[in-house]
């Protein structure tokens, strides 16, 4: 095990973000382990240089080149513990794809997170952005992490209720930097109920029994679902959804309604959540092409990067869209990917 990784100099991102955007590291460095991840840590400090934790890109837009050292997790570990009767906990370096620990639970016959198949990404990032799909949230499962607090410089154990989930949020959007995760564990079943509520399941899967279906089988269903609506990353660059679903309270929505009555929501403890696609697709932007970015044809929450587009190109769209949408329906709308600047060049 390396415990001094390799730090290279003026390293192209453009292939390590699903975006494609082009962006220049100034330092670069891939971590195998906890203790690679401190030293590299220790070396940004030392050199007063901002370290960015980089995992599949796919929930990033670099808005220009990063000033600093970009460390990307390549912790590696994909193992089983506490298997007793019907349960287990299936462990995950930050590193791992989390698309491929989906099936490789799925096909183990472990429920959970089949409906959370071909999410981009690592298992490290899965918990910041508390990653859901399809009626399921990784919250629902996760029961801790570890996790290398930079304030103590000690690896922490945090569990569920202490990683203060939320829809699309955490403890560690809150507290940016401060938490670098090493390790995920996701408490899994063989026989958890199946969770197929969604419409867009419900007609995939058609007449079978719940009682007939394997993880595997919905893990492929969403899979098919996805890749009918969504474009895949390596053909056209794009960083999945790119809003989050607003949620209102119930006497907005119904005023909205009153105006709109075909307008999608989906009632919420606190509200009702929006669905984000159709407000867009409402304003006209569905399917919109300028001559580098633009939206995909078949999903209103997908900005791509048909023709080389920078950072600055997407976001300026992104901000159009939201303008948009605030002008006509009063909402606003909050982007998801994380906006990477770095610190001003000296």
């Not at 050292?69 to 994909?78: D, G, N, S």
């Not at 009918?228 to 390596?234: E, G, I, S, T, V």
């Not at 159709?278 to 939206?295: E, H, M, S, T, Y």
């Not at 950072?311 to 002008?327: F, N, P, Q, T």
Request: charged share 25%; hydrophobic share 40%.
């Amino acid at each position: 095990m390396r415990q001094k990784p390799e730090i290279r100099e003026n390293v192209e991102l453009g292939a390590l973000n699903t975006l494609h955007v082009p962006a220049l590291a100034s330092f670069y460095v891939e971590v195998e382990s906890a203790s690679e991840l401190a030293t590299a840590l220790d070396w940004a400090a030392s050199g007063q240089h901002e370290p960015l934790i980089l995992g599949g890109g796919s929930n990033l837009v670099f808005a220009r080149d990063f000033q600093g050292l970009v460390i990307r997790m390549a912790i590696r570990a994909r193992r089983w513990e506490r298997v007793v009767d019907h349960r287990a906990t299936l462990v995950l370096g930050a590193g791992e794809n989390w698309h491929e620990a989906v099936l490789y639970a799925a096909r183990a016959g472990y429920r959970g997170i089949e409906n959370l198949a071909l999410i981009p990404g690592t298992a490290g990032a899965a918990p910041v952005q508390n990653i859901g799909a399809y009626g399921v949230e990784l919250c629902d499962c996760l029961e801790s992490v570890r996790a290398l607090d930079r304030i103590t410089g000690e690896l922490v154990i945090l569990d569920n209720a202490e990683c203060r989930f939320a829809y699309r949020d955490s403890l560690f959007k809150h507290n940016p930097g401060r938490f670098v995760i090493t390790e995920i564990r996701l408490g899994l079943s063989r026989n958890k109920p199946l969770t197929l509520g969604y419409r867009d399941l419900q007609e995939y899967l058609g007449d079978t029994p719940e009682s007939e279906l394997t993880p595997l089988e919905v893990a492929e269903a969403v899979m098919a679902i996805r890749r009918r609506k969504l474009p895949d990353p390596a053909i056209i660059p794009n960083a999945g959804s790119f809003f989050k679903n607003p949620v209102v309270v119930t006497a907005q929505f119904e005023a909205l309604r009153t105006r709109h009555p075909d307008i999608v929501g989906y009632p919420q403890e606190h509200g009702v959540k929006l669905a984000a696609a159709w407000l867009i697709d409402q304003c006209g932007w569905k399917g919109f092409r300028n001559a580098r970015v633009g939206v995909h044809n078949r999903q209103a929450l997908v900005l791509i990067n048909h023709s080389g587009g920078s950072g600055s190109d997407i976001l300026a769209l992104a901000e159009e869209i939201r303008e948009s949408v605030e002008k006509r329906f009063g909402v606003v709308l909050e982007m998801e990917p994380g906006i990477v600047a770095g610190p001003e060049s000296p």
